[in-house]
T-cell receptor, first 113, second 114 residues
Framework: SQKIEQNSEALNIQEGKTATLTCNYTNYSPAYLQWYRQDPGRGPVFLLLIRENEKEKRKERLKVTFDTTLKQSLFHITASQPADSATYLCAPGGTSGTYKYIFGTGTRLKVLA | DTAVSQTPKYLVTQMGNDKSIKCEQNLGHDTMYWYKQDSKKFLKIMFSYNNKELIINETVPNRFSPKSPDKAHLNLHINSLELGDSAVYFC?????????????FGPGTRLTVT
């Protein structure tokens, strides 16, 4: 069955450093991959989408890569700030038909001041 | 203005009861979804509607019945509630069903079944 794996442990990094979050998927060939941010008690908020024919996508301090051979996406936050502390969810999807997205369980990021 | 709204925000009820959660979006989107997020934070799709038509129906007990009276609304009715139904339920919408459309999520409804 399709499986999405993200670092289950929380990631603590120092302010100003680059945070790198990993998303691995198996038994799946998504055409798209989305990243969302979720704060406690709130719904996920869309951050970035990358297509299978794109290797890298950037938005301000965010960068996402998509390696369809490794079946992996990396999510980077450069110059991290305490306000970046949240849970980040990856969601590969859009193979065909219903374009269903499957969400990973997320990685909790804490940026220390 | 809230893009995707849900009511109620909290719902505490006893086993065996029937309850409904309402969702409305004012983004003019064609597609709406219901997700369930359990205690382990796993976010799983339950249903999706496009222009009031059911297009995704995951393996969900038939005690759960979605209803879309129009494109802007998607309600979720749950019969004979069980302890395992306790979770946070999120409504979401997207412009269309295409894979490259981002989803906008509501604030969630925390359902507790005692």
């Amino acid at each position: 069955s399709q499986k999405i794996e993200q670092n289950s442990e929380a990631l603590n990094i120092q302010e100003g450093k680059t945070a790198t979050l990993t998303c691995n998927y198996t038994n799946y060939s998504p055409a798209y991959l989305q990243w969302y941010r979720q704060d406690p008690g709130r719904g996920p908020v869309f951050l970035l989408l990358i297509r299978e024919n794109e290797k890298e996508k950037r938005k301000e301090r965010l960068k996402v890569t998509f390696d369809t051979t490794l079946k992996q996406s990396l999510f980077h936050i450069t110059a991290s700030q305490p306000a970046d502390s949240a849970t980040y969810l990856c969601a590969p999807g859009g193979t065909s038909g219903t374009y269903k997205y499957i969400f990973g369980t997320g990685t909790r990021l804490k940026v220390l001041a | 203005d809230t893009a995707v709204s849900q009511t109620p925000k909290y719902l505490v009820t006893q086993m065996g009861n029937d309850k409904s959660i309402k969702c409305e979006q004012n983004l003019g989107h064609d597609t709406m979804y219901w997700y369930k997020q359990d205690s382990k934070k796993f976010l799983k799709i339950m249903f999706s509607y496009n222009n009031k038509e059911l297009i995704i129906n995951e393996t969900v007990p038939n005690r759960f019945s979605p209803k879309s009276p129009d494109k802007a609304h998607l309600n979720l009715h749950i019969n004979s509630l069980e302890l395992g139904d306790s979770a946070v339920y999120f409504c979401a919408s997207s412009q269309n069903t295409g894979g490259d459309y981002e989803q906008y999520f509501g604030p969630g409804t925390r359902l507790t079944v005692t």
